[in-house]
């Protein structure tokens, strides 16, 4: 049986140009691609054989709980030495 699951992904620019993605909710679940659609596709394979391990070894899938997610840019002074 096949069903649908959302997760949060974040997507950030490496410094060698391509694109690393994340996966809060799958501690330890990264990937990364040359460029910002081959991330979200390597994503996509990273998130299906995490869960896939997490099933063969008796784990469940965890539910992303969207009232306790917060993404915020934050303006911060910094004394900076002369």
């Known amino acids: 049986m096949t069903r649908t699951y959302n997760f949060t992904v974040f997507f950030e620019r490496d410094l060698d ?18 460029t910002l659609e081959e991330a979200r596709e ?20 965890p539910l992303e709980d969207k009232r306790e997610q917060f993404i915020s840019y934050l303006s911060v002074p910094l004394e900076l030495a002369a």
């Open 17 to 34: 140009g391509g694109y690393v993605a994340s996966v809060p909710a799958l501690p330890g679940c990264h990937t990364a691609g040359r």
């Open 42 to 61: 390597m994503a996509i394979d990273a998130i299906r054989c995490y869960c896939a391990s997490l099933l063969k070894h008796g784990g469940s899938l």
